[in-house]
C-alpha cells in the first residue's frame, strides 16, 4: 500500500497495526496505528490508549492519575498512596480501600481493654470514608463515657460522623438504643443512649465481656 507524506495529507494510505504501528520510533512494535475513526497507541506490540471520533478514549487495564503507578491486576483507576487534593468540588482525587483497628477505652481513664477479637476496615471515595468494626470484648478496666478510637481518618471540621450500633451483653446505662457519635476534627467516638423523650447522655464503662458490631460513614477533613 502505497504511503504519501505531504503539507497536506500527512501521513496517508497505511493503518499498521498493534504489532506494526503505522508510525514507529526505533521499537518497531511501540507507536500509533489507526482503524476506522480511531487512532490507538500501541506499546510492545499491546493496544495500550485508543481514541474513537465521538472523543471517547479506552484503556484495556489500569490507568493512574497524579503519578500513581497503575495496578498490575484488574481494571480500574489508580490514585497516589497520599491524596492529591483538588480544590475543584467536581473532581473525585481519591479512592482507597485498606484496614483499621478500633480500640474501646473509658474517656476519664482509659483502662485497659482485653479483647477476644477485633477487626475493622474501610472504604473512601473522595472524602467520604465507611468504615465497618467489630470487637470482641472480655474486660474493659476504664472509667468514664464509653470511647471508641483508632479511626483511618479525621472528621472533617462542620460535620459528624453517627451511627447505631448492634450490641450484645452490654450493661446500658439507660434509654432504649445507642449512637456512636464522632465529634468534628477528630478519630474519636462517644456512645451516648438515648430513647423515648429521653435526653441524650453517655454510655458509661462497665467491667464486662460485651460485643461491638457498627459501621458508619463520614466526612473526612
Do not use: H
Amino acid at each position: 500500500m502505497a504511503v504519501t507524506i505531504n503539507g497536506t495529507t500527512g501521513i496517508a494510505g497505511v493503518d499498521g497495526s498493534a504489532s506494526t504501528p503505522a508510525v514507529q520510533g526505533t521499537d518497531t512494535n511501540t507507536g500509533v496505528f489507526f482503524g476506522t475513526d480511531t487512532v490507538t497507541i500501541a506499546t510492545g506490540g499491546t493496544a495500550a490508549v485508543t481514541v474513537d471520533s465521538g472523543q471517547r478514549t479506552k484503556f484495556p487495564t489500569t490507568i493512574g492519575v497524579g503519578n500513581a503507578t497503575p495496578s498490575t491486576s484488574g481494571s480500574g483507576i489508580s490514585f497516589p498512596a497520599s491524596q492529591s487534593a483538588s480544590t475543584d468540588a467536581n473532581t473525585l482525587d481519591d479512592y482507597e480501600e485498606g484496614t483499621w483497628t478500633p480500640t474501646f477505652f473509658g474517656s476519664s481513664s482509659a483502662g485497659t481493654t482485653t479483647y477476644n477479637s477485633r477487626a475493622g476496615n474501610y472504604t473512601k471515595v473522595g472524602r467520604l470514608v465507611t468504615v465497618n468494626a467489630s470487637m470482641a470484648i472480655s474486660s474493659a478496666t476504664g472509667t468514664g463515657a464509653v470511647v471508641i478510637g483508632g479511626f483511618p481518618f479525621t472528621s472533617a471540621s462542620g460535620t459528624q460522623g453517627r451511627c447505631v450500633p448492634m450490641v450484645n451483653n452490654v450493661n446500658w446505662s439507660g434509654g432504649s438504643y445507642l449512637i456512636i457519635f464522632m465529634y468534628e476534627s477528630n478519630t474519636l467516638c462517644e456512645v451516648f443512649y438515648s430513647g423515648d423523650d429521653i435526653a441524650w447522655a453517655n454510655q458509661t464503662m462497665t467491667n464486662e465481656s460485651m460485643d461491638w458490631v457498627f459501621s458508619m460513614t463520614y466526612v473526612a477533613a
